[in-house]
Structure formats: structure tokens, C-alpha cells
């Protein structure tokens, strides 16, 4: 019998300040044969600008992206043309990056931090501010809200704000930079569903059996990527261009947070539904109901 043949899109997170992969995990499947055990065969593809993908969706040549959750549900609800077939990540909490005077939360007296505006909404920033460090936001720091985490992590590095929130890989990219993660911060701030795992309705009709086979090779490739760290960090150097510090970052405080049960929580979804389109009929459940498969949400 011939490998069912499956072409799996997916992009790097935004901005230039580097290549960061939001799911490298196929590549060390396909040198480990998971895929080929299953009756696979997987092309694991770099193709950035989200456009694209769904062109590529759209006429046939990829069957599978993974993409970013906000941007796969706004296409969602301005399309309702795809499905979701899972979730490698669910989330992975923003780390809080400052300047190097900075030490402690108490220290951002009379400073100015930095936050996506997305993440930001219904999230306690302010709360936490007051709880931890009695600041408050507007009176003894100011909170700006840029509209990208590009624009955000530009703004720490150009010295424009004193500290900012930001997504792993920009956090690692400051670390870089001499910039030092606050680690009393907690994690309230999130961008959820990073890793949703994508296809049109017509190909779920289409080839369902074949994704659930590849569902099922993708969980034991990201358990064998979570179980393998030296493989891993070497992959992320060669093919990223890693240095094996920031290698390492990345294995241990960012591929960490891949779920390999795949299920989409729904507590996340709720989450990215508040930050995307909050005034969504039928909120979170009716979008659940139309958008991810049956079986593939954990509640």
C-alpha cells in the first residue's frame, strides 16, 4: 500500500528578529520514521505569511498548517471555510523583560512597560501591578499598548519603554540583547492557542481517517521531541541557526509547553475568543461546536 502523502505548513513567529519555528517537532519525526511507521509521508514545509498558507489550503498542494490561534479564528469567523484538527500548544505565558537596572517589580516605579494590546484584554496587569509591587498603572507607571509584539519587543530594545511583556522567543531574543526577565512576575499574560492545528472543511470531509492518523504520529513525535533535548537544541541549531544557549532556552522554556494529547482547551478558547471577537454570537461554545473537530476539544 502506498504512504498517505500529507504536505504540513507552518510559519515562523512574526517579526524579523529572528527564525523561531512555533512547532519544529515534524522534522525530528520525519529523521526518527514516526511517520513512516504510521503509513506517512510528510513533507514538514516552511511557508511564511498566513495568506499564503491558506492559498495553498485553498487549492490542494498543503493539506495541514499550523498556525498562531488568533490568526487562525479570525479567518474563521470571516470565512467559516476551515476546521480545527487540534492543538500542539495551548499556551505558553508571556515573560516580563526589563532593562538592566531593573531588578524586581517594586523597581518599575515611575517607568514604562509595554504589553501587546491583544493579550492584554481581560487580564489582570493593573491587578497584579498594585498585589505585588502596590504600583498603579497611571499614577506610578505608565502602560503602553502596542498593537504587535514586533512593536513591542522594538520598543524594549530601542530603549523607548523600560520593560515589556513578551511572547518566549522575543523574551530569549532580549536575553540576547542584556535584557533580564523579571521572574516575580506572574503568568497571567498569554497568547492563546499558539499552535492550532489547521485544515479547510473540505478537506476534512475529504481525508479525516488520514488526519487522525497523522494526529496520532504528530503525538508520539512530540513526545519523542520532548524526550530527546540533545536532538532537539542540535535541530534548532542547524536548521534555525540557533546558538546552543538560546537552543536550550527554547527546549526548556518553550517546547516544554507542547501538549501532546493535541485537545484544544476550552478555557483557552474562551480566552483567545475575549482578545479576538468578543461580541461573537454564541460565544465560545457555538464557535467550538463549528470550528474543531468532533473529539478534539478538552473541556
Sequence with gaps: MSPIQLNV??????GNAGAFSRDPSG???????????????????????????YRRL???????????GRASLQHFLAS????????AMNGCSYYLMAEPSVNKLEDLRGKIIACREGPSRNTPIAEKLR???????????????PGSDQ?????????????ALLPRAFGFWAEDRGFKRITDWPDVVDDPLPITIETTEKLWRERGKDFEIFLMAHREGIRHLQANRDAAIKLLGEKFGHSPSFAAKTFDDYLVCMDESLKVDFKQLELLLSQVAPETRGGARQVAAQWIVAGALKT
Excluded at 28 to 38: C, N, P, T
Design 9 to 14: 505548513m507552518y510559519g515562523h513567529l512574526e
Design 27 to 53: 522534522y525530528l519525526s520525519i529523521e526518527a520514521g514516526i511517520f513512516q511507521k504510521h503509513g506517512l509521508e510528510v513533507s514538514w514545509n516552511h511557508v511564511q505569511g498566513t495568506e499564503e498558507r
Design 58 to 68: 485553498e487549492n490542494g498542494t498543503a493539506q495541514i498548517s499550523l498556525v498562531v
Design 80 to 87: 467559516g471555510t476551515t476546521k480545527i484538527l487540534g492543538c
Design 131 to 145: 498585589e505585588l509591587a502596590r504600583l498603579e498603572v497611571g499614577r506610578d507607571l505608565t502602560l503602553k499598548l
Design 151 to 163: 512593536k513591542t519587543y522594538g520598543l524594549l530594545i530601542n530603549g523607548e519603554v523600560h520593560a
